[in-house]
């Protein structure tokens, strides 16, 4: 994978109609618990649940060509899609997934906005990271119990500036590695 690419905000990728075709099916997903429940507010969808939902397909095949055209490799292959929905619970600043890090699992990701995300929302937010420091080594060592001893937590002074809040609208898309420093926002 090409380890310059950390993240891009594209506006307005999926028009309204279509966010709105997917924000009527994720809201189906959720009322009649189909699908894997992964944790509280996270159910997924494996390839053969995504064939059986045209829609669904639609979105991965436009996105995968996006993420084509930006990473210039061609040969991605889509593991899963996870809806999710956020809400504002007991938030720790103090703690994951409110300060910075990256993941054990390496992967891309899309996260398409079904609706309009301001500050006042929590987006995600994205950083940097300073050439000194060598991030994918520190992933690689991560052990099985490293979300435990916050082992995949980044360090402030490892990163170039401040992180970005990715605000936007109903229809833009965040495409980014997990291997970029990241986090919640409140």
């Known amino acids: ?24 099916k994720f809201d189906y997903i959720f009322s009649e618990n189909k699908y894997k429940y992964v944790e509280g507010n996270i159910y997924q969808l494996v ?3 995504i064939l059986k939902e045209p829609l669904f397909l639609s979105l991965l095949n436009q996105l995968k060509k996006k993420f084509e055209l930006i990473i210039g490799f061609n040969d991605l292959s ?12 007991e938030m720790n600043k103090n703690k994951l997934p409110y300060v ?7 992967y891309l990701k899309a996260m398409v906005y079904l609706h309009d995300i301001s500050l006042d929302h929590g987006p995600i937010h994205f950083g940097i990271i300073k050439n000194t420091f060598n991030l994918e080594k520190k992933r690689k060592k991560l052990p099985n119990d490293y ?3 916050k082992l995949n937590i980044i360090d402030k002074k490892h ?3 401040d992180l970005i809040p990715m605000i936007g ?3 833009d898309v965040i495409f980014f590695d997990t291997n970029t420093p990241h986090h919640a926002g409140m």
């Open 1 to 24: 994978m090409n380890n310059n690419f950390t993240f891009i905000k594209e506006d307005g990728l999926f028009n309204k109609e279509l966010t709105k075709n997917l924000l009527e």
């Open 78 to 89: 889509f593991e899963k899609l996870w809806l999710v929905s956020s809400s504002s619970n």
């Open 100 to 106: 910075p890090h990256i993941d054990k699992r390496r």
């Open 147 to 149: 979300k435990k001893k």
């Open 47 to 49: 390839i053969n649940d």
């Open 169 to 171: 609208n109903a229809g």
């Open 159 to 161: 990163i170039d500036g």
